[in-house]
Protein backbone atom coordinates (compact mmCIF):
# COMPACT_ATOMS: atom_id res chain seq x y z
CA UNK A 1 0.00 0.00 0.00
CA UNK A 2 1.01 3.37 -0.86
CA UNK A 3 1.57 5.87 2.48
CA UNK A 4 2.43 9.34 2.68
CA UNK A 5 4.08 10.72 6.25
CA UNK A 6 4.42 14.61 6.54
CA UNK A 7 6.13 14.41 10.59
CA UNK A 8 5.92 18.47 10.75
CA UNK A 9 2.62 18.77 11.90
CA UNK A 10 2.78 22.70 12.18
CA UNK A 11 6.23 24.92 11.50
CA UNK A 12 6.14 28.43 12.41
CA UNK A 13 9.09 31.12 11.47
CA UNK A 14 10.11 34.51 10.99
CA UNK A 15 9.77 36.12 7.58
CA UNK A 16 13.20 36.06 5.48
CA UNK A 17 14.27 32.42 7.49
CA UNK A 18 14.94 29.29 5.15
CA UNK A 19 12.61 26.41 6.18
CA UNK A 20 12.33 23.02 5.01
CA UNK A 21 8.94 20.55 4.53
CA UNK A 22 9.46 17.13 4.99
CA UNK A 23 7.91 14.39 3.07
CA UNK A 24 8.74 10.64 3.36
CA UNK A 25 7.02 8.13 1.27
CA UNK A 26 6.12 4.19 0.76
CA UNK A 27 5.55 2.41 -2.66
CA UNK A 28 6.03 -0.90 -3.72
CA UNK A 29 6.00 0.25 -6.84
CA UNK A 30 8.94 0.88 -9.18
CA UNK A 31 7.88 3.57 -10.67
CA UNK A 32 5.66 6.89 -9.32
CA UNK A 33 4.77 10.58 -9.45
CA UNK A 34 5.60 12.53 -6.20
CA UNK A 35 3.57 15.84 -6.22
CA UNK A 36 3.27 19.28 -3.41
CA UNK A 37 0.43 21.09 -3.16
CA UNK A 38 -0.04 24.20 -1.56
CA UNK A 39 -3.37 25.16 0.65
CA UNK A 40 -3.70 28.82 1.22
CA UNK A 41 -6.77 29.66 3.99
CA UNK A 42 -8.81 30.29 0.86
CA UNK A 43 -9.09 26.25 0.66
CA UNK A 44 -8.29 25.59 -2.81
CA UNK A 45 -5.75 23.63 -3.16
CA UNK A 46 -2.68 24.50 -5.73
CA UNK A 47 -0.16 22.84 -7.69
CA UNK A 48 3.20 23.06 -7.08
CA UNK A 49 5.34 20.59 -8.42
CA UNK A 50 5.04 16.89 -9.95
CA UNK A 51 8.44 14.68 -9.95
CA UNK A 52 8.00 11.25 -11.87
CA UNK A 53 10.49 8.50 -9.76
CA UNK A 54 12.97 8.27 -12.21
CA UNK A 55 14.38 11.82 -12.54
CA UNK A 56 15.97 12.56 -9.10
CA UNK A 57 17.60 15.52 -10.07
CA UNK A 58 16.70 18.57 -8.10
CA UNK A 59 14.05 21.21 -9.06
CA UNK A 60 14.43 25.35 -8.10
CA UNK A 61 11.70 27.37 -8.99
CA UNK A 62 12.65 30.73 -7.49
CA UNK A 63 12.48 30.57 -3.59
CA UNK A 64 11.05 27.12 -3.81
CA UNK A 65 13.59 24.00 -4.34
CA UNK A 66 12.78 20.41 -4.16
CA UNK A 67 15.04 17.36 -2.97
CA UNK A 68 14.08 13.71 -3.97
CA UNK A 69 16.11 11.28 -2.37
CA UNK A 70 14.89 7.79 -3.75
CA UNK A 71 17.63 6.19 -1.67
CA UNK A 72 15.81 7.45 1.48
CA UNK A 73 12.36 7.78 0.27
CA UNK A 74 12.09 11.41 0.60
CA UNK A 75 10.95 14.30 -1.22
CA UNK A 76 11.42 17.34 0.69
CA UNK A 77 10.31 20.90 -0.04
CA UNK A 78 12.29 23.96 0.97
CA UNK A 79 11.37 27.71 0.69
CA UNK A 80 14.11 30.48 0.72
CA UNK A 81 13.97 33.92 2.20
CA UNK A 82 10.15 32.90 3.47
CA UNK A 83 7.22 35.33 2.95
CA UNK A 84 4.15 35.96 5.09
CA UNK A 85 2.31 35.18 1.86
CA UNK A 86 3.75 31.63 1.96
CA UNK A 87 1.68 30.57 4.96
CA UNK A 88 -0.37 27.81 3.91
CA UNK A 89 -0.97 24.08 4.70
CA UNK A 90 0.91 21.99 2.69
CA UNK A 91 0.55 18.40 1.22
CA UNK A 92 2.90 15.97 -0.25
CA UNK A 93 0.94 13.26 -2.30
CA UNK A 94 2.27 10.16 -4.30
CA UNK A 95 0.36 8.42 -7.20
CA UNK A 96 0.91 5.44 -9.34
CA UNK A 97 1.87 5.83 -13.25
CA UNK A 98 -0.58 3.92 -14.32
CA UNK A 99 -4.01 3.40 -13.72
CA UNK A 100 -6.21 5.37 -12.04
CA UNK A 101 -3.37 6.75 -10.82
CA UNK A 102 -4.85 7.96 -7.64
CA UNK A 103 -3.29 10.32 -5.08
CA UNK A 104 -2.42 9.61 -1.73
CA UNK A 105 -1.73 12.17 0.26
CA UNK A 106 0.13 13.24 3.37
CA UNK A 107 -1.35 14.86 6.89
CA UNK A 108 0.00 18.18 5.70
CA UNK A 109 2.42 20.63 7.21
CA UNK A 110 0.67 24.09 8.71
CA UNK A 111 3.58 26.59 8.05
CA UNK A 112 3.10 29.75 9.35
CA UNK A 113 5.64 32.66 8.66
CA UNK A 114 5.48 35.91 10.84
CA UNK A 115 6.35 39.21 10.19
CA UNK B 1 -14.52 30.84 -16.18
CA UNK B 2 -11.50 28.66 -16.38
CA UNK B 3 -9.99 25.99 -14.33
CA UNK B 4 -12.28 23.95 -11.89
CA UNK B 5 -15.26 25.52 -10.09
CA UNK B 6 -17.41 24.45 -7.56
CA UNK B 7 -20.72 25.90 -6.04
CA UNK B 8 -21.92 26.84 -3.58
CA UNK B 9 -18.41 28.00 -1.61
CA UNK B 10 -20.71 26.99 1.81
CA UNK B 11 -23.51 24.77 2.57
CA UNK B 12 -25.39 24.42 6.11
CA UNK B 13 -28.05 21.81 6.00
CA UNK B 14 -30.14 19.73 8.60
CA UNK B 15 -29.59 16.22 8.96
CA UNK B 16 -33.13 15.66 7.24
CA UNK B 17 -32.43 18.29 4.21
CA UNK B 18 -31.54 16.80 0.23
CA UNK B 19 -28.76 19.05 -0.93
CA UNK B 20 -26.58 18.80 -3.65
CA UNK B 21 -22.90 19.96 -4.79
CA UNK B 22 -21.59 21.04 -8.42
CA UNK B 23 -18.25 20.67 -9.98
CA UNK B 24 -17.08 22.21 -13.32
CA UNK B 25 -14.18 21.92 -14.93
CA UNK B 26 -13.10 23.97 -18.18
CA UNK B 27 -9.86 22.48 -18.46
CA UNK B 28 -10.81 19.41 -21.07
CA UNK B 29 -9.73 16.95 -18.86
CA UNK B 30 -11.44 13.63 -18.86
CA UNK B 31 -11.37 12.53 -15.21
CA UNK B 32 -12.98 14.27 -12.40
CA UNK B 33 -12.59 13.23 -7.88
CA UNK B 34 -14.69 13.95 -4.86
CA UNK B 35 -12.27 14.46 -1.82
CA UNK B 36 -12.88 15.31 1.88
CA UNK B 37 -10.98 17.29 3.53
CA UNK B 38 -12.06 16.75 7.93
CA UNK B 39 -9.86 18.76 10.03
CA UNK B 40 -7.15 17.57 11.25
CA UNK B 41 -7.32 14.58 9.01
CA UNK B 42 -5.29 13.89 5.78
CA UNK B 43 -7.59 14.01 2.37
CA UNK B 44 -9.55 11.44 1.59
CA UNK B 45 -10.16 10.55 -1.69
CA UNK B 46 -14.11 9.77 -2.11
CA UNK B 47 -15.10 8.73 -6.09
CA UNK B 48 -13.24 8.77 -8.95
CA UNK B 49 -14.65 9.38 -12.76
CA UNK B 50 -12.93 8.81 -15.78
CA UNK B 51 -14.76 9.49 -19.07
CA UNK B 52 -18.06 9.56 -16.80
CA UNK B 53 -17.82 6.10 -15.48
CA UNK B 54 -17.35 5.70 -11.88
CA UNK B 55 -14.09 3.88 -11.55
CA UNK B 56 -13.30 4.09 -8.06
CA UNK B 57 -15.48 4.34 -5.18
CA UNK B 58 -13.35 4.31 -1.52
CA UNK B 59 -16.03 2.45 0.48
CA UNK B 60 -18.29 6.14 1.10
CA UNK B 61 -21.62 5.60 2.71
CA UNK B 62 -24.50 5.49 0.49
CA UNK B 63 -25.93 9.06 1.84
CA UNK B 64 -23.07 10.51 -0.61
CA UNK B 65 -24.57 9.99 -4.25
CA UNK B 66 -22.51 11.23 -6.91
CA UNK B 67 -23.57 11.52 -10.66
CA UNK B 68 -21.50 12.61 -13.67
CA UNK B 69 -23.31 13.72 -16.71
CA UNK B 70 -20.51 14.20 -18.79
CA UNK B 71 -16.87 14.78 -18.65
CA UNK B 72 -16.93 18.31 -17.36
CA UNK B 73 -19.50 18.15 -14.75
CA UNK B 74 -19.91 16.29 -11.55
CA UNK B 75 -22.44 16.46 -8.64
CA UNK B 76 -22.22 14.86 -5.32
CA UNK B 77 -25.68 14.51 -4.08
CA UNK B 78 -26.39 14.76 -0.40
CA UNK B 79 -29.13 12.96 1.63
CA UNK B 80 -29.56 12.26 5.75
CA UNK B 81 -26.51 13.36 6.44
CA UNK B 82 -24.88 13.06 9.85
CA UNK B 83 -22.95 15.63 12.33
CA UNK B 84 -19.37 14.30 11.39
CA UNK B 85 -20.30 14.65 7.60
CA UNK B 86 -18.89 18.31 8.56
CA UNK B 87 -15.97 19.47 6.24
CA UNK B 88 -14.27 20.83 3.50
CA UNK B 89 -15.44 18.89 -0.11
CA UNK B 90 -13.03 19.26 -3.09
CA UNK B 91 -13.39 18.73 -6.67
CA UNK B 92 -10.61 17.96 -8.83
CA UNK B 93 -9.82 16.75 -12.72
CA UNK B 94 -6.91 15.42 -14.39
CA UNK B 95 -6.31 14.32 -17.82
CA UNK B 96 -7.29 10.82 -17.12
CA UNK B 97 -6.00 7.68 -16.77
CA UNK B 98 -2.95 5.84 -18.59
CA UNK B 99 -2.41 9.70 -20.11
CA UNK B 100 1.14 9.78 -18.54
CA UNK B 101 -0.24 12.93 -17.24
CA UNK B 102 -1.96 12.91 -13.83
CA UNK B 103 -1.58 16.54 -11.92
CA UNK B 104 -4.91 17.18 -10.58
CA UNK B 105 -6.36 20.76 -10.47
CA UNK B 106 -8.84 21.41 -7.24
CA UNK B 107 -11.35 23.67 -6.91
CA UNK B 108 -11.59 26.10 -4.12
CA UNK B 109 -14.17 23.39 -1.85
CA UNK B 110 -17.87 23.68 -0.25
CA UNK B 111 -17.66 23.91 3.14
CA UNK B 112 -20.34 21.70 4.69
CA UNK B 113 -21.77 22.22 8.04
CA UNK B 114 -24.24 19.48 8.84
CA UNK B 115 -26.76 20.74 11.96
Known amino acids: AQKVTQAQTEISVVEKEDVTLDCVYETRDTTYYLFWYKQPPSGELVFLIRRNSFDEQNEISGRYSWNFQKSTSSFNFTITASQVVDSAVYFC????????????FGQGTRLTINP | ETGVTQTPRHLVMGMTNKKSLKCEQH?????MYWYKQSAKKPLELMFVYNFKEQTENNSVPSRFSPECPNSSHLFLHLHTLQPEDSALYLC??????????????FGPGTRLTVL
Open chain 2, 27 to 31: LGHNA
Open chain 1, 93 to 104: ALSEVRGAQKLV
Open chain 2, 92 to 105: ASSQGPNTGNNEQF
